[in-house]
Nanobody, 124 residues
């Protein structure tokens, strides 16, 4: 069974950092572009960041540029989202998604399957 599992969410104060991991189970992640998305209560899901299969090309939403960094470790079958200088408006459920043989986009419609999500709460 093909699965993506997110981990690393939690409660953090404004200005703090969190690292989110997206681990693949049942398949080899290196053949997939990966996107991170988030959905806050009452809001639509939005693209946060994406990375292509090789890891050489990345993209970020304007709201997180300079604060979030996406990377991948294909040997560990994992993609990481490092989030620094977190703000209350970053509070959301964060999902990773996989796109087979894709380049990665910030459009949720382009992805083939999704993880269950992990909650990130930024609050003092």
């Amino acid at each position: 069974q093909l699965q993506l599992v997110e981990s690393g969410g939690g409660l953090v104060q404004p200005g703090g950092s969190l690292r989110l991991d997206c681990a693949a189970s049942g398949f080899t992640l290196e053949y997939y572009a990966i996107g991170w998305f988030r959905q806050a209560p009452g809001k639509e899901r939005e693209g946060v960041s994406c990375i292509n299969m090789s890891g050489r090309n990345t993209n970020y939403a304007d709201s997180v540029k300079g604060r979030f960094t996406i990377s991948r470790d294909n040997a560990k079958n994992m993609v990481i989202l490092q989030m620094n200088n977190l703000k209350p408006e970053d509070t959301a459920v964060y999902y990773c998604a996989a796109m087979a043989y894709g380049v990665g986009t910030l459009s949720s419609d382009d992805y083939d399957f999704w993880g269950q999500g992990t909650q990130v709460t930024v609050s003092s």
